[in-house]
């Protein structure tokens, strides 16, 4: 080496100071393993570019892509009961709860807000996947069945934006008892002659799957979305059959007619005001 590299080189890194560039600046698409820099993936909603896989996007995403300018009302959910069984396995259930809250600044695992879609009031409440796995608790049957209530009472459509592991362990027969609970704020929404749309995110498993997820008047997901109650693993031990290609996505759904269309995620605003549209027709004013 010359004394331009052993010596002027760190000389002027010194004097001019080493800067490293922030670690949240580029981001892989898991799919594809491609580098995405940190604003194109947020103008393309937390789609790949390269590849067109849909990233899992957080419940305030869900909220500020799917309102009219990003626009809405957030309403405050009951709160639950603080741990109800004191539960405790590799770590108390409080200090999960605790962390979750501090990691998302949410107080459970479901946002509910009001707003306009396309010009047409709305209901939205969407999961949280990041909190706690979306696990449904106590908190997110309280919160739907606020959301359903909002609904009626404003005489909006509920929309609900799906993203969950299924039950929360740690809240138990607690837990469990949501399931009829989200089937009960259906159906109070259904009995006001209202639309209430599911969109399907990745990932929709267990509980959610089994109650509320599947009792849209129209059921949507987003491509490439994993939709199923029991994993996969667990089917193909069960049944001693291997499991078809892209069984329990979207598509494989939508070509068995469990779902009833597979929405891009920059196309789901527009689809979702045209649904409440035709599904509200009859108690809208006709034009001149």
Same mark, same amino acid.
């Not at 869900?62 to 590799?90: N, Y």
């Not at 959301?147 to 009626?152: S, T, W, Y």
């Not at 491509?223 to 029991?230: D, H, Q, R, Y």
């Given at each position: 080496?010359?004394?331009?590299?052993?010596?002027?080189?760190?000389?002027?890194?010194?004097?001019?100071?080493?800067?490293?560039?922030?670690?949240?600046?580029?981001?892989?698409?898991?799919?594809?393993?491609?580098?995405?820099?940190?604003?194109?993936?947020?103008?393309?909603?937390?789609?790949?570019?390269?590849?067109?896989?849909?990233?899992?996007?957080?419940?305030?995403?869900?909220?500020?892509?799917?309102?009219?300018?990003?626009?809405?009302?957030?309403?405050?959910?009951?709160?639950?009961?603080?741990?109800?069984?004191?539960?405790?396995?590799?770590?108390?259930?409080?200090?999960?709860?605790?962390?979750?809250?501090?990691?998302?600044?949410?107080?459970?695992?479901?946002?509910?807000?009001?707003?306009?879609?396309?010009?047409?009031?709305?209901?939205?409440?969407?999961?949280?996947?990041?909190?706690?796995?979306?696990?449904?608790?106590? #908190?997110?049957? =309280?919160?739907? /069945?606020?959301? *359903?209530? @909002?609904?009626?009472?404003? !005489?909006?459509?509920?929309?609900?934006? $799906?993203?969950?592991?299924?039950?929360?362990?740690?809240?138990?027969?607690?837990?469990?008892?949501?399931?009829?609970?989200?089937?009960?704020?259906?159906?109070?929404?259904?009995?006001?002659?209202?639309?209430?749309?599911?969109?399907?995110?990745?990932?929709?498993?267990?509980?959610?799957?089994?109650?509320?997820?599947?009792?849209?008047?129209?059921?949507?997901?987003?491509?490439?979305?994993?939709?199923?109650?029991?994993?996969?693993?667990?089917?193909?031990?069960?049944?001693?059959?291997?499991?078809?290609?892209?069984?329990?996505?979207?598509?494989?759904?939508?070509?068995? #007619?469990?779902? =009833?269309?597979? /929405?891009?995620? *920059?196309? @789901?605003?527009?689809?979702? !005001?045209?649904?409440?549209?035709?599904? $509200?027709?009859?108690?809208?004013?006709?034009?001149?």
């Amino acid at each position: 080496m010359s004394w331009l590299t052993e010596f002027v080189r760190p000389k002027i890194r010194t004097f001019l100071g080493r800067k490293e560039a922030p670690d949240h600046l580029w981001h892989q698409c898991p799919q594809c393993q491609q580098m995405i820099f940190h604003r194109e993936l947020e103008a393309s909603r937390k789609v790949c570019p390269h590849c067109g896989h849909h990233m899992r996007a957080t419940a305030q995403d869900r909220l500020a892509w799917t309102f009219d300018d990003g626009a809405f009302t957030r309403i405050e959910l009951p709160k639950p009961v603080p741990d109800p069984l004191k539960f405790r396995d590799q770590k108390r259930y409080a200090d999960r709860l605790r962390d979750a809250r501090e990691a998302t600044r949410q107080d459970d695992a479901l946002l509910v807000a009001h707003g306009n879609i396309g010009g047409n009031h709305a209901v939205v409440a969407a999961m949280s996947f990041e909190f706690m796995a979306g696990s449904m608790g106590g #908190g997110v049957g =309280d919160g739907l /069945v606020a959301a *359903a209530r @909002l609904a009626v009472l404003q !005489a909006a459509p509920l929309v609900v934006f $799906t993203a969950s592991g299924g039950a929360r362990m740690q809240e138990g027969a607690v837990s469990l008892m949501q399931m009829p609970r989200s089937i009960i704020a259906t159906q109070m929404v259904r009995e006001a002659g209202l639309p209430f749309i599911v969109v399907l995110t990745d990932p929709t498993t267990g509980g959610v799957t089994a109650s509320f997820a599947m009792l849209g008047d129209i059921q949507l997901a987003e491509p490439g979305a994993l939709i199923g109650f029991a994993g996969a693993r667990v089917i193909e031990q069960t049944v001693r059959e291997k499991l078809p290609e892209g069984f329990q996505r979207a598509e494989y759904l939508l070509a068995h #007619g469990i779902i =009833d269309m597979v /929405v891009k995620r *920059a196309e @789901l605003p527009a689809m979702l !005001a045209r649904l409440i549209m035709l599904l $509200t027709a009859n108690k809208q004013p006709i034009a001149a």
